[in-house]
């Protein structure tokens, strides 16, 4: 079984680099400058190519990518071409995914709400989703992942699922096929998940913090059926064990906690992608490393590529 470790977005090791600099809406409303949006843009581009390549370096092959490389392009009144004049960084990010054989995706924001009882919401919802998938899209990206959270609570669960079951089925099949639903802390468990997939044929990406927060019935038998390319979950530590911090993040991972999750999914015999969703990202991904290499006998073939029996 085939265990490869990926972080999100930032490399703490890389200074002063960020493909998330951002360009607010307030901000844009007072300048209307154009010109200091699209240096921002180029920008994100540079710094995300530094990432990749400081990724492919340290053979990192799992990567989530940040959802603001381009600020506001989901904003109706700000109107702006950011596909077609910047090709060229398009194909070479996409080069170097693709070359490379990285696997990248997005995780949708809290602002993304397909089962919203405000149309309006589901409208920008939809403009969210298609953002990522035209970014995936210009980057060449065969398999794409667009990560999401069932959403709403409104009038109970029942009615929220119904919900997201009636909007999801109104979606572009191309976006159909991208979505990836993650339980989450507080209202949306794992089994809520299963039964969406089961019902909507579309992969459940297991978050196992959310599940002590937020925890069902288990199976991750049906969890790996749901996937046709190699599964993907998510792991992060509590940042204490008290309860009003149990579900924020830890900056590292605990290694002991994460030996007892590879215990329980070994026997499922697959290869699995897991993202470490910790505030200290790439540093929390090879200090993780660190440990297990002390603490057990796994087989790491490359710096972040274990294989567990």
């Known amino acids: 079984m085939k265990i490869r470790l990926g972080y999100a977005c930032i490399s703490e090791t890389l200074t002063k680099v960020t493909s998330s600099s951002n360009y607010t809406y307030t901000a844009y409303q007072k300048e209307k400058n154009n010109l200091k949006l699209d240096q921002i843009i180029i ?16 053979n990192i092959h799992f990567y989530r990518l940040s959802s603001n490389i381009i600020p506001l392009a989901t904003k109706k ?6 596909l077609e004049p910047y090709q060229i960084y398009y194909k070479r990010i996409g080069a170097l995914i693709n070359n490379h054989h990285l696997r990248v995706d997005f995780h949708i924001s809290e602002y993304c709400v397909l089962n919203s009882v ?20 210009a980057f060449e990206i065969k398999n794409k992942v667009l990560i999401m959270h069932i959403g709403s609570n409104a009038f109970g669960k029942k009615n929220s699922l119904a919900r997201f079951i009636h909007n999801f089925k109104s979606l572009p099949k191309y976006l159909q096929e991208c979505i990836v639903i993650e339980n989450d802390d ?42 046709k390319t190699t599964p993907k979950m998510h792991f992060s530590s509590p940042k204490s064990k008290l309860k009003k911090e149990f579900r924020s993040h830890h900056d590292y991972i605990n290694s002991d906690d994460f030996i007892i999750f590879l215990n329980e999914i070994k026997h499922l015999n697959c290869d699995i992608d897991i993202m470490i969703e910790a505030k200290k990202k790439d ?16 087989q790491f073939i490359d710096e972040t590529t274990l294989i567990i029996k």
């Not at 405000?118 to 899209?137: F, G, R, T, W």
């Not at 540093?283 to 796994?298: D, P, Q």
């Open 43 to 58: 920008s994100n581009f540079l710094d995300l190519e530094k990432i990749l390549t400081y990724n492919i370096k340290n």
């Open 77 to 82: 009144e700000v109107d702006f071409d950011y």
């Open 118 to 137: 405000n149309q309006e919401v589901v409208e920008n919802s939809i403009e969210i989703l298609k953002y990522h998938y035209q970014l995936l899209e």
């Open 186 to 227: 507080k209202t949306f468990t794992i089994e809520d998940c299963l039964n969406l997939s089961k019902q909507l044929k579309i992969p459940v990406c297991f978050d196992y913090h959310h599940f002590k927060c937020n925890e069902s019935s288990l199976s991750y038998e049906k969890i790996i059926q749901s996937w």
């Open 283 to 298: 540093e929390a991904l090879f200090r993780l490393v660190r440990e297990l290499k002390y603490k057990t006998n796994y």
